[in-house]
């Protein structure tokens, strides 16, 4: 895999009770929804209290989610690529062709 472009900003725009920022997380979201990173089929979460920020960026699609407490945000496995969300922001890690 190498790394893409898409470094987003979590710390700007409005933020939700989480600490999340809206904006950031709609971009995250966005990616997603438009097929960006291929069918996505797995979730990788760092602790269960962001299943609901996962669940969000998934736009309730049916997909695994599972929680490894040694990582770090989340991470959505896709087909053509990988988004990983941090708190500082988000990338795209993409296949190589």
């Known amino acids: 895999m190498k790394t893409a472009a898409g470094l987003g900003t979590l710390g700007a725009g409005k933020k939700e009770r989480n600490g999340c920022a809206v904006t950031g997380l709609f971009g995250a979201r966005q990616m997603v929804r438009r097929g ?3 069918a996505i089929h797995f979730c990788r979460i760092a602790h269960p209290g962001l ?3 996962a669940s969000y960026i998934l736009d309730w699609a049916d997909c695994v989610i ?3 407490p040694d990582s770090e945000g989340t ?3 896709g087909s053509r690529g990988t988004l990983v ?3 500082g922001g988000w990338r795209v890690f993409a296949q190589e062709s």
């Open 36 to 38: 960006l990173l291929g």
């Open 66 to 68: 599972e929680i490894e």
């Open 51 to 53: 299943r609901d920020v």
């Open 75 to 77: 991470a959505f496995l």
């Open 85 to 87: 969300v941090r708190g």
